[in-house]
């Protein structure tokens, strides 16, 4: 009996205990739907185009060129839209104000970065690009800042000078390669800035070590993967020798790689300054203050600093200069018109310095349009909100990923007529350079997240293609007829994207100018 007794009133608590659940499950989800509802009636939802079950719109983007296809939708749906990968939602702002609206004078809303479920599995939580909106961030970007800022940029230049001239003399010397020493160029300006580390003749291993972190963790960091992996996270702890692990896999190899590259270049700064050899480059100089050099975390900082400082300038400079090369083998009126302006400023027997700057407006504009017309961050690195938000009557909730179109903004054909051609003579007003009608700085980003290396990139580039010019012809390469090959260009396509490789030719300006004769003009840096 008492059995019974104890079985029946254990079921019925148990039926109670279920009920209050229920009630409170159910009490919770009305709440929930409430506390939605309230919240986007505060807006409307973004227009854009209709997503497919499961898929989203991801089968109607140009995988090659994203961003073409949300420029189509921009002119479709508005300089603001929506659209949905997997079950991804990303916001495109398609038009330079609404970015300047948002993520300028609101940033204190858009300058988080989305959550990358690739970026720690990957070794990525180095880099502060990908690091969310916080203090850390913070931290991550004031060391930064004091190395690069404005005036600080200025101490550069030196290198920047004396490398863009070695980047001619490789360039004589073995001009089939120019890929490949441009690139080397842009490596070893950065890590002499930031490690004072000479590169090694030929590939060097910690240019290797970088280029392995970065090819991998890009992988995983496009949105589409980063899509698959947020949707099914699963796939990064598959075991590594099941059919259908590469995810786990891959992270594995990036997580190696990651923790090379920020670790290895340090200890070679660390051993040189133990050696007494003293520099101004960031590491070294950290590593001198007494003050925070032998705090662990301080150190980890200026590891992870340093590293995002290579990652962030490597590939994104390079680009821009091979951009450059394209355009003037595809515009020679442009380039003889350069060259004509630089002989006129410099003359024959010096080589341009910075000082010449100011009086060089058309490279000044070669100098916009290759940035306008090949953005190298076409889509910028996405901001996200940390707080919901209203524009314009459209409601755009908290954690929402910002994608700027930089590549629609700079083809926009209002500001830019014609905007598919080189056209430097479009910045200029009565015969003058019109900072009105610039805005290829735009291709740095916006707001908070704004790139902090622009400085420095901006000088790297310009020096290097003001060398170039000076001393260069760059045209279309020969085939075995003699006949020029005429160049169709094709474009990488990730977080950066320029071109692939093309046939080019590069030879000395002028009879005389041989590698000789160069190196004795190089030394009056
Ligand atoms: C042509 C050259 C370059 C271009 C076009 C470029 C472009 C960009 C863009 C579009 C962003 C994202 C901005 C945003 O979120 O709105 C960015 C971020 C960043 N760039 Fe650059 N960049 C260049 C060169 C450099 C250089 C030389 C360095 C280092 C010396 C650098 C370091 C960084 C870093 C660390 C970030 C992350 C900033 C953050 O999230 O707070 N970049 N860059």
New binding site residues.
């Given amino acids: 009996m008492s059995s019974i007794f104890t079985d029946i009133s254990s079921s019925w608590s148990l039926d109670t205990s279920n009920l209050t659940v229920g009630a409170i499950v159910a009490g919770l989800i009305v709440l929930f739907k409430l506390a939605k509802a309230r919240r986007e009636s505060q807006g409307f939802p973004l227009p854009g185009p209709t997503p497919l079950p499961f898929v989203g719109n991801a089968l109607s983007i140009r995988a090659s060129e994203p961003w073409v296809t949300y420029a189509e939708w921009g002119s479709r749906y508005g300089d603001i839209f929506k659209t949905r990968m997997l079950s991804e939602d990303t916001i495109i702002i398609h038009s330079e104000q609404v970015a300047k609206t948002l993520?300028e004078h609101r940033s204190s809303v858009y300058s988080d970065?989305p959550h990358f479920a690739a970026r720690l599995p990957y070794g990525w939580g180095f880099?502060?690009?990908?690091?969310p909106y916080g203090e850390r961030?913070r931290l991550?970007?004031k060391v930064?800042h004091q190395f690069?800022r404005e005036e600080a940029a200025l101490e550069h230049r030196p290198i920047q000078l004396q490398k863009a001239r070695q980047l001619v003399l490789d360039l004589v010397n073995d001009p089939d390669n120019h890929r490949f020493h441009i690139q080397r160029h842009v490596d070893s300006i950065?890590m002499s800035?930031l490690y004072d580390y000479e590169l090694s003749p030929g590939r060097d291993h910690f240019v290797e070590l970088f280029e392995c972190g970065a090819t991998i963790a890009m992988e995983g960091l496009l949105p589409e993967n980063s899509a698959i992996i947020t949707t099914f996270p699963f796939v990064l702890n598959l075991p590594t020798w099941l059919p259908g692990s590469r995810f786990s896999r891959r992270a594995a190899l990036s997580k190696e790689c990651a923790d090379g590259m920020v670790s290895a270049p340090f200890e070679y700064s660390r051993k040189r300054e133990a050696d007494g050899i003293a520099s101004s480059a960031m590491i070294p100089s950290f590593l001198r203050s007494e003050k925070y050099a032998k705090d662990p975390s301080t150190i980890q900082l200026f590891k992870d600093v340093a590293a995002?400082?290579?990652?962030?300038?490597?590939e994104?400079?390079t680009?821009?200069l091979y951009s450059f090369c394209l355009a003037m083998l595809q515009n020679l009126d442009v380039q003889k018109r350069a060259q004509a302006e630089v002989d006129e400023v410099v003359g024959l027997d010096r080589l341009p310095n910075f000082d010449d700057r100011p009086h060089l407006p058309y490279v000044e504009a070669v100098l916009r349009e290759t940035?306008r017309l090949y953005?190298?961050?076409p889509l910028?690195?996405?901001?996200a909100t940390v707080s919901d938000d209203v524009f314009e009557g459209y409601f755009i909730p908290k954690g929402s990923t910002v994608v700027?179109n930089?590549w629609a903004m700079l083809h926009n054909p209002d500001v830019y007529p014609e905007p598919h051609s080189f056209k430097p003579e479009r910045y200029f007003k009565d015969g003058k350079l019109d900072d009105e009608v610039s805005t290829s700085h735009i291709?740095?980003?916006?707001?908070?997240?704004?790139?902090?290396?622009?400085y420095?990139?901006?000088a790297?580039?310009w020096v290097a293609m003001v060398t170039i010019l000076s001393t260069l012809t760059v045209s279309k390469a020969l085939d075995d007829k003699g006949r020029e090959i005429d160049v169709d260009p094709k474009f990488t396509c990730g977080v950066t994207s320029g071109p692939l490789p093309f046939p080019c030719k590069i030879v000395p300006r002028r009879a005389d100018f041989d590698a000789e004769k160069f190196s004795g003009m190089m030394k009056d840096i």
């Fill in positions: 993520l970065r880099h502060f690009a990908w690091e961030w991550q970007r930064f690069f950065i800035i995002s400082g290579f990652i962030g300038g490597g994104t400079s680009v821009s940035l953005p190298v961050v910028a690195v996405a901001h700027p930089i291709g740095y980003g916006f707001g908070r997240r704004i790139c902090p290396g622009r420095t990139a901006d790297s580039i």
